[in-house]
């Protein structure tokens, strides 16, 4: 049992939903089992077609904590969160996915870091994964200069304890302070899927805040396995994605150093690719063609984080990064792994 020394403060999980009801449900009840109490659910659901929302509101019709938002349409990961954020009313919003379980006292190890250190603006919970409880998911992830995902420790490892700092925090189990979101924003909807967790958490970083893995907090992981079967889908989100994260949170001088190599890499890809007469290459060159036909769209961005969010100079966040490994780069473009 944890117990704060001054409050107790609202939580509010916010759980994203597109037709997975099952695993909706598994997660709810894992929900019900916290040790910490003051908390609310948002889940918000993109026009399910499984009948999730009937579900739950069948089965959890007792479930006082409980607010449900149905979208229209399927807007995506990345919006969806956003309208959940807007409803929560909790010092602090805990997105997360519908394809995880909490284990009682997750939430309650990530408040009482929160509560103890102001410094720190996100949190993520350690993930592990659903079937081999002793494997690791993820306990978070560094960016490169070029703005590739590095996991701190490979997927399928074995678990450890650690908590330390980390660049970006995962979005399936990911602790914020609300008022922080009032300042930076959230996710950019745009986005859809992929690295707006990394976006947002660099933009922590530009405001000042830390970002930190609490691996004392334990959610377990199914990781999506429609995602997985949609090869091209996330090649092209990654890709664009990773691109417009440079566009926006780099300093005038960085972006003008890293973000044309950025580009001449993904290019040498592309060509190829298209050599080789692999599918892989139209992704790519959708993702650095929807960059150019959104150029406002991320200059505004820009304008926002450059002028309003940041506090911090590129010389420390870059010592937050790593020095990118351009042959493990380009077997990521290539549609390799990129641990």
């Known amino acids: 049992m944890f117990t704060f020394a001054s409050r107790t403060p609202l939580v509010s999980i916010v759980v994203a939903n597109y037709n997975n009801r099952n695993l909706l449900a598994r997660c709810l009840d894992s929900i019900t089992e916290l040790v910490y109490q003051n908390f609310e659910v948002i889940?918000?659901?993109?026009?399910?077609?499984?009948?999730?929302?009937?579900?739950?509101?069948?089965?959890?019709?007792?479930?006082?904590?409980?607010?449900?938002?149905?979208?229209?349409?399927?807007?995506?990961?990345?919006?969806s969160n956003n309208i959940g954020a807007r409803i929560a009313g909790g010092d602090y919003v805990f997105l997360l996915n519908n394809d995880t379980e909490v284990t009682p006292t997750s939430v309650s190890r990530l408040v009482e870091v929160m509560e103890s250190d102001p410094s720190i603006g996100v949190c993520q919970s350690k993930l592990l994964n659903m079937e081999d409880r002793n494997r690791v998911d993820s306990i978070g992830g560094f960016l490169d200069y070029l703005g590739n995902s590095v996991n701190r420790q490979p997927w399928g490892a074995k678990d450890r304890e650690a908590m330390a700092p980390i660049f970006f925090a995962k979005g399936a189990a990911l602790m914020i302070r609300r008022d922080l979101t009032k300042e930076i924003?959230?996710?950019?909807?745009?986005?859809?899927?992929?690295?707006?967790?990394?976006?947002?958490?660099?933009?922590?970083?530009?405001?000042?805040y830390r970002v930190i893995?609490?691996?004392?907090?334990?959610?377990?992981?199914?990781?999506?396995?429609?995602?997985?079967?949609?090869?091209?889908?996330?090649?092209?989100?990654?890709?664009?994605?990773?691109?417009?994260?440079?566009?926006?949170?780099?300093?005038?001088?960085?972006?003008?150093?890293?973000?044309?190599?950025?580009?001449?890499?993904?290019?040498?890809?592309?060509?190829?690719?298209?050599?080789?007469?692999?599918?892989?290459?139209?992704?790519?060159?959708?993702?650095?063609?929807?960059?150019?036909r959104n150029l406002s769209h991320n200059w505004k961005w820009r304008i926002l984080v450059q002028n309003y969010v940041?506090?911090?100079?590129?010389?420390?966040?870059?010592?937050?990064?790593?020095?990118?490994?351009?042959?493990?780069?380009?077997?990521?473009?290539?549609?390799?792994?990129?641990?």
């Not at 994605?241 to 890809?269: E, F, S």
């Not at 940041?310 to 990129?338: C, E, H, W, Y």
């Open 185 to 208: 924003g959230l996710f950019d909807e745009k986005f859809r899927a992929y690295y707006e967790d990394v976006d947002l958490c660099w933009r922590v970083w530009l405001r000042g």
């Open 43 to 79: 889940v918000v659901d993109d026009a399910s077609t499984d009948d999730s929302i009937r579900y739950v509101r069948e089965h959890y019709k007792n479930f006082s904590r409980l607010k449900i938002a149905e979208n229209s349409q399927n807007l995506g990961y990345a919006e």
């Open 213 to 292: 893995v609490v691996p004392g907090s334990v959610v377990y992981h199914a990781e999506s396995s429609v995602l997985r079967r949609m090869p091209a889908f996330s090649s092209y989100h990654m890709s664009k994605n990773r691109l417009a994260t440079l566009i926006r949170n780099y300093g005038r001088g960085n972006l003008l150093k890293y973000v044309p190599l950025a580009v001449a890499l993904t290019l040498g890809a592309i060509l190829f690719l298209t050599f080789r007469m692999s599918s892989r290459a139209h992704p790519l060159l959708m993702s650095l063609i929807w960059n150019l």
């Open 310 to 339: 940041r506090r911090t100079p590129d010389s420390v966040i870059i010592m937050n990064m790593k020095k990118p490994d351009i042959a493990k780069l380009m077997n990521f473009l290539k549609g390799g792994s990129f641990p």
